[in-house]
């Protein structure tokens, strides 16, 4: 992962998106939490560590869960009167983004929630806390330089009877609320279709080659799981603020950026109408998506 690309234009884009893009990847956190396998009886020695954590989103929600157990299974946010004591040294973020590392740290001293956040490159350091029992990252893995390289380091943050966690994008075919962006602005702009094995979101489309990428960093035991569902574009908008959103994505925006201002009019017209034509009963827009959980130990 670039620290040029992520700590500065980057990290401060993504930081002005972070509340829409986390209310809307928050459907992923439950079945991801859950493939945590959490222990029932936690030690105060216990700690998970979320790998490229961005503004925390995540990050918040396994904290949640370890407050709340045994009491409740799934992450809710803690009672005023809760103590988030035993919080403290068990939920670390990490992310190379200082931007985003800030907003992680407002959002949970808002919450009440002591959690430690480190800005760190994840894909060539290593914590002096590590290593860790649980392992963790949401979307955080696809976009390293040198892939082997940064999952030979993570491998290191792991204890040897601890386990990890990894959400990436499945098949850009089964994940239209990005594709279909790309299928419109294709009837605008020249599309140019990524490099196989860039960094991107649909890198590790291919299970069987990112599973084998793990083995080949060291992880065993490692077992993939489809999650399929609809997820609410920029947490819940109509269609005139799910397309500005939209256009306001990293990848698409770069592309628009290149095109004139009749031009950039015409996508927004084009994917308003769209996500118009798309709206079901709940009144916001919604696009289907697919995701791979990878667990496994180390």
């Not at 299974?73 to 992310?95: K, Y």
């Not at 929630?113 to 760190?120: H, K, T």
């Not at 080949?216 to 500005?244: D, T, V, Y």
């Not at 698409?252 to 996500?275: G, I, K, W």
Request: net charge negative; hydrophobic share 40%; proline share 7%.
């Amino acid at each position: 992962m670039s620290n040029l690309k992520w700590s500065k234009d980057r990290g401060k884009k993504w930081r002005e998106l972070s509340a829409s893009l986390e209310a809307m990847m928050a459907p992923i956190d439950e079945p991801l939490i859950k493939r945590l396998d959490l222990p029932k009886n936690i030690s105060k020695d216990f700690v998970v560590a979320d790998v490229a954590c961005g503004a925390g989103g995540t990050t918040l929600q396994i904290a949640r869960a370890l407050s709340l157990w045994p009491q409740s299974s799934s992450p809710q946010p803690p009672s005023p009167s809760s103590s988030s004591s035993a919080v403290a040294s068990q939920v670390m973020g990490f992310d190379i983004s200082p931007e985003l590392i800030e907003e992680a740290q407002l959002r949970a001293a808002a919450q009440k929630l002591d959690i430690s956040f480190q800005v760190m490159d994840v894909g060539t350091q290593c914590p002096a806390q590590a290593p860790f029992d649980r392992v963790v990252s949401r979307f955080g893995t696809m976009f390293f330089d040198d892939p082997l390289k940064a999952f030979k380091n993570l491998h290191k943050w792991l204890a040897p009877s601890g386990q990890f966690v990894f959400a990436v994008w499945g098949p850009r075919e089964e994940n239209p609320w990005v594709d279909d962006i790309n299928k419109i602005l294709a009837k605008l702009i020249p599309i140019t279709p990524p490099e196989p094995d860039s960094p991107g979101p649909f890198r590790y489309a291919d299970m069987n080659r990112y599973t084998e990428l793990l083995s080949h960093s060291g992880f065993k035991n490692i077992n993939s799981q489809k999650w399929e569902g609809r997820l609410a574009i920029g947490g819940g908008m109509s269609p005139h603020e799910a397309a500005r959103f939209s256009l306001s994505m990293f990848s698409v925006a770069q592309m628009l950026a290149a095109h004139t201002d009749e031009v950039r009019t015409q996508a927004f017209e084009m994917l308003s109408d769209y996500y118009a034509s798309s709206l079901k009963e709940d009144e916001v827009v919604k696009a289907s998506a697919s995701v791979w959980l990878v667990s496994g130990q180390a």
